[in-house]
């Protein structure tokens, strides 16, 4: 085989285990979320993972019999987040916060956020779509 040929071959294999790896890594939200599965979490934030193509948000939190508990909070890609209000800074380890989202199908402490309040009052969206395609506008929807 010509070295032209054989260059031409690896190039065209490459770009299709390429193609292949971005979308088998992504999924769907009924696939892996309940919709019927809303949670609201209390905790306080012990990472943030802002990066493509979803940011996650790690939160410690504490059940009646002072057991601690880390939930994952996956949320949007970070310029969905941005059209939304966020900024990197926005949700920094420490802060307290109360979370809404769709629990993970398989029963892991995964979650779909939804919303996220402080303390202090201040709500940041992640602007999904609900059930009926409006986004949620508020931390009491």
């Known amino acids: 085989m010509k070295w032209n040929t054989m260059a031409r071959l690896l190039v065209a294999c490459s770009a299709m285990l390429g193609a292949a790896t971005?979308?088998?890594?992504?999924?769907?939200?009924a696939a892996q979320y309940d919709s019927e599965q809303l949670v609201n979490l209390q905790g306080t934030v012990t990472n943030v993972e802002w990066m493509n193509p979803h940011t996650f948000f790690y939160v410690d939190v504490v059940d009646a019999e002072g057991h601690s508990t880390n939930w994952a909070?996956?949320?949007?890609?970070?310029?969905?987040?941005?059209?939304r209000g966020w900024k990197p800074d926005s949700l920094k380890a420490g802060d307290?916060?109360?979370?809404?989202?769709?629990?993970?199908?398989?029963?892991?402490?995964?979650?779909?956020?939804?919303?996220?309040?402080?303390?202090?009052?201040?709500?940041?969206?992640?602007?999904?779509?609900?059930?009926?395609?409006?986004?949620?506008?508020?931390?009491?929807?």
């Open 22 to 29: 971005v979308v088998l890594g992504h999924h769907s939200f």
């Open 73 to 83: 909070v996956e949320g949007g890609a970070p310029n969905v987040l941005y059209r």
């Open 96 to 141: 307290k916060v109360n979370i809404s989202g769709h629990k993970a199908r398989d029963g892991s402490n995964l979650v779909r956020g939804l919303t996220f309040e402080f303390t202090d009052g201040r709500c940041l969206f992640f602007g999904v779509a609900g059930l009926d395609g409006a986004a949620v506008e508020s931390c009491s929807d």
